[in-house]
């Protein structure tokens, strides 16, 4: 029973942070929006049904049934055509409709106050607001996980030593047997200092190691202090990086450099990392989602494979909320983990979660974020090109037009949404195999 509330308190966790995360992502674009004029009629987090709404001024704010989503409306998303609309269709209708929406809360007073009347640069810097407020919120929950609540790293304690060089066997000979073994060194043993220096992290010993294979180890054991001549064997190691991460060449495999090989296993231990550390495993996740995204269409494909074929799914693949949702609970309900380490981990989620939302919105596609920013440097590139040609001024650019490939663009996100909570909900990626 506690761990089905375990559970879905994980799960609970990541649907109030994406929520939270959401609106935030909106106040992006509701805060610069009204500071340059325009008028927000609604603020609302979430889609479906409405569950509560007020209204403050002109602005109705609200939270509906959904809260994986969210808008603000603004008067004049889409300029008026330059020519009557004529003939119907349903693609016709869906321009005339984009381009009318929210006028019923248009007044007199109002005729100045449409988004698509700023200059380009405010309604750019309306449109990366809600972007923009997500990449903040990541990177100040990844570096709250990170240099906050810290990482696992080796601690300078010994939690075991291996016999034999290929870490399987019990017996071997001499010539077989780890530098640690032949030292003396023993499970519970705490490393004070290596050749005279005092111990800081198993880094600074490897990387003394590496210069001086040969060195006095002074070790804490039962409360005294024991000094032991070591020899390590230099051997191809795999690499990692400050975090604790292998380190992959472009093929994605491992990367192996020689390093100093004692036959020590290290007891794990959290620890903050420097704050600097934390911006670059944020610019390390933001650029990993890119890539993601780059890949997306073959990633889809490798994923219904599996899902429909049989296989395990890629941990490192697409996922989707539900997947998440699947991801965070699992972790809330371990018995493995410690609440420090359920917290940290939670908090990580939602700082990857933001930056996927950062990332995925500056796709150049509507009705994306990105789709808008991409028609403002349009329309600046072309009347600056008309300008340069002695030209009168082309007004705003008509994205009002594109509203049928905005309509192509959702149904293919609507697919691949489905697509991939099919496969969570048949095929999940667990953390714990």
Known sequence: MMETLLYLAGILFIVLGIAVSIGIHEIGHL????LFGVKVTKYMIGFGPTLYSKKVGETEYGLKAF????????????????????GTGFFKDMISQARSAHSESETA????????QLPVAKRMIIMLGGPFMN???GVLLTTVALSGFGVY????????????????????????????HIAGLKAGDEVVSVGGKIATDWNQ????????PTAEFEVLRDGARITVSVTAVIQQRPQ?????SPILDEEGEVVYAPAPFLGVFLAPERKAIPLANSLEASGQSIAQIGQLILRLPQEVVEVTAVTFGGGERDANGPISIVGIGQVAGEVAASDDASLVDKVATGIQILGSLNFALFVFNMIPLLPLDGGHVAGGIYESIKRGLFRALGKKDPGPADTALLMPLTWFVFIALLAVSALLITADLVNPVSLFG
């Open 240 to 244: 990692f990086d400050s975090l604790g």
């Open 109 to 116: 007073a109002d005729a100045k106050r449409k988004f698509y």
């Open 135 to 137: 990449l903040i919120l």
């Open 153 to 180: 790293q080796s601690s300078l304690k010994i939690e075991a030593v291996s016999v034999c060089l290929d870490n399987d066997s019990n017996t071997c000979s001499v010539a077989e047997q780890t530098p640690a």
């Open 67 to 86: 809260p994986l989503g969210g808008y603000i409306a603004m008067l004049g998303m889409y300029p008026a055509a330059k020519k009557p609309d004529t």
């Open 31 to 34: 805060l610069p929006a009204k």
């Open 205 to 212: 010993i490897r990387e003394l190691l590496t210069n001086t």
